[in-house]
């Protein structure tokens, strides 16, 4: 009898990933991300945010800004922060006018629109401020479901639109950008490849009771800027035009990223893109109790609230795991302090900050491209330095 040896079984190759798998990876390293992040609208479907016609310059009053700042038991000046941390952009107004600006980036500059990442959170906040005073919104206390019904029966369910704000909606794993495995790496890639966005949010578990812990949540934001559309009938990016960019003298149009998915969406939570220059409007808009040139336009009551609040859990230093010791949290924005006259910050991945101190009247625009997106030291380098020139100016 003859016998036959098989050959071994050859296992099937694993599939490569595509471009849109990949591309998240390649974009957002350095050095192509200094290219990307000025650039984001020949990457990913936009939608213009019209400034409008009228058109405020602000004035400029340079001042010699030979300060050093004491990290790490160093001393650095501006051009070592810049260096260090890999700015791209960095305007800092006082009382309402230039007095330094900078853009070391190689592809910044002053009409620069740049990609603003979870800073666009902060804009998202002020949006909806104002649309409570239009009255689109009832109140902060209403539920998510009252807006968006299709999250009947999810985690959301039940949860209000003050916990959202606030990032306490109890719904989510640690938002984490290490490896691949993780919902809000599904929540990119679907983004970028035209996924089921709303399906990958709506799946999202319950890990904690509403209203009680910190944890920062993109997908809290997101919802945020659904509730917006739904509330107002238009796209974030109309109302955005309209009920702010057209009223703070924007000097060009902004655009927000939308999803490849149909129908498309803005990315409330992250793509928005901005000069420097406006972005500091908004800051200064923020500075002055959400008035600019008589015009009240975020309500004074709201940009109060993004500066700080009583709540413990959100208290500086008490954030847990998902936010660093020196930061708070309220309305969307990152706070420094326990007074509401402290600073506080918008803050985006690979190092966006518009950082606001009422007390001194000081508004600072650095954008970055680090190459991560999350960096501990980074963070804690330019929050030292930001309070320094605060501190100077003032």
């Keep these: 009898m003859t016998s036959t040896i098989e050959p071994p079984a050859v296992r099937p190759a694993a599939a490569q990933p595509s471009w ?16 990307t992040f000025t650039h984001m609208n020949w990457l ?83 949006l909806f401020g104002i649309a409570l005073a239009d009255g689109a919104i009832g109140s902060i206390k209403d539920q998510i479901t009252d807006y968006r019904p299709d ?21 989510g794993e640690l938002e984490s950008w290490d490896g691949a495995a993780s919902i809000i790496r599904d929540f990119e890639r679907a983004v970028l490849s035209g996924g089921d966005v709303p399906a990958i949010i709506r799946s999202a578990p319950r890990t904690a009771p509403s209203g009680e812990t910190f944890n920062y949540s993109t997908f809290d934001a997101q919802i945020l800027g659904w509730v917006l559309e739904a509330a107002t009938g238009r796209t974030l990016a109309a109302y955005a035009s309209d009920r702010l960019w057209t009223r703070i003298g924007a000097e060009r149009d902004a655009y927000y990223g939308l999803t490849r998915s149909q129908p498309r969406t803005a990315i409330g939570a992250g793509a928005f893109n901005a000069t420097a220059r406006d972005l500091a409007r908004l800051g200064l808009l923020m500075s002055h109790d959400g008035r600019l040139a008589g015009d009240q336009i975020v309500p004074r009551d709201w940009a109060r609230r993004s500066r700080g609040t009583d709540l413990p859990h959100l208290a500086v230093g008490a954030l847990g795991p998902s936010g660093y ?70």
Excluded at 20 to 35: A, C, G, K, T, Y
């Design 44 to 126: 990913m479907p936009t939608e213009r945010v019209s400034c409008g016609l009228e058109y405020r310059p602000l004035s400029v009053a340079s001042v010699p800004l030979d300060l050093t700042y004491r990290f790490d038991d160093h001393d650095y000046n501006l051009t070592d922060l810049h260096h260090r941390t890999f700015t791209t952009a960095f305007v800092v107004l006082h009382h309402g006018r230039i007095v330094h600006e900078s853009y070391p980036g190689a592809f910044a500059g002053p009409r620069t629109r740049m990609q603003l990442f979870s800073l666009s959170k902060s804009v998202t906040s002020m």
């Design 151 to 171: 999250f009947v029966g999810t985690a959301y369910d039940g949860v209000t639109l003050a916990d959202l704000l606030d990032m306490s909606s109890g719904v």
């Design 20 to 35: 849109w798998e990949r591309q998240s990876d390649v974009i957002m390293r350095r050095p192509l991300n200094e290219w």
């Design 325 to 394: 010791d020196h930061y708070g949290y309220a309305n969307q924005w990152w706070t420094l302090g326990e007074s509401c006259f402290n600073a506080f910050t918008g803050l985006g991945v690979h190092g966006q900050y518009l950082f606001v101190d009422p007390a001194a009247d000081v508004v600072i625009v650095k954008c970055s491209a680090w190459p991560t997106e999350d960096d501990p030291t980074r963070d804690r380098e330019t929050i030292t330095a930001l309070r320094r020139i605060a501190d100077h100016l003032a």
